[in-house]
């Protein structure tokens, strides 16, 4: 780049499976200094599918074809704001030529952090309103501790009755129920790891000693790393 030119902002891309985190995103990525243009896609149904039958070729495929899509259209980067589906966005990675960002990678890579810190007894506690994010995360985070060398215990817990909650609409009742698990798991854990992007505004209800850890603003974090880093 040229002495005195200004770098473009660049393109953003996020896949989500729930259209309301859209704006909770947007409202991240606005407020950032880089200021990209933001290129939303939501598709309730790959999140519905999993929920139903798992990750399964057909919503793999859709995750892959959203992707590229993104790209097409001129995503320098892509954010995939759902956990469900990490592992899916992954494995699509390797056929895009762009970057792809999971909305809880940075997370994992904190909680190891913290787990394996002075004091710290290794233990972190993931913890989800549904079964279908509790082994993509659980496993991300395990492998966060591979890759660090770090030595730490990671369980699994799902909060009992958010997700029927959740499905009727009473968001009060979830982060009730989820501040409830942070309490419970923050006892006999160095740090709480909440698996759902969803799950974020819970965090602020549950006053604990220990850190409690949600994806969005870690995830944002990770994607404007990413299109900082992009070849001029």
């Known amino acids: ?53 798992g990750v399964t070729p057909a919503v793999r495929d859709t995750v892959l074809a959203h992707l590229r899509n993104l790209e097409s259209v001129g995503a320098d980067a892509v954010l995939v704001t759902c956990s469900s589906i990490g592992e899916a966005a992954e494995a699509a990675a390797g056929r895009l030529r762009v970057p792809v960002v999971r909305v809880d990678a940075a997370m994992a890579d904190e909680a190891v952090v913290a787990a394996a810190g002075p004091g710290a007894r290794g233990r972190i506690r993931v913890l989800a309103t549904l079964p279908t994010t509790l082994g993509p995360t659980g496993r991300l985070v395990e492998r966060a501790a591979r890759s660090a060398g770090r030595p730490v215990e990671v369980t699994a817990e799902l ?74």
């Open 1 to 53: 780049m040229a002495e005195g030119m200004t770098a473009e902002p660049g393109t953003v891309g996020l896949l989500h499976t729930v259209p309301a985190l859209a704006a909770t995103f947007d409202d991240l990525l606005r407020a950032s200094t880089a200021k990209p243009r933001r290129i939303h896609v939501a598709d309730a149904w790959l999140l519905d599918t999993a929920r139903r039958e």
């Open 159 to 232: 909060v009992a009755d958010a997700a029927e909650a959740q499905d009727r609409g009473d968001r009060e009742r979830v982060d009730s129920l989820v501040a409830a698990a942070v309490a419970r798991a923050a006892a006999d854990a160095d740090v709480v790891v909440l698996a759902q992007a969803s799950m974020a505004r819970a965090a602020a209800l549950a006053d604990v000693p220990v850190p409690v850890l949600s994806s969005p603003h870690g995830g944002v974090a990770a994607l404007l790393r990413v299109l900082s880093d992009r070849p001029d």
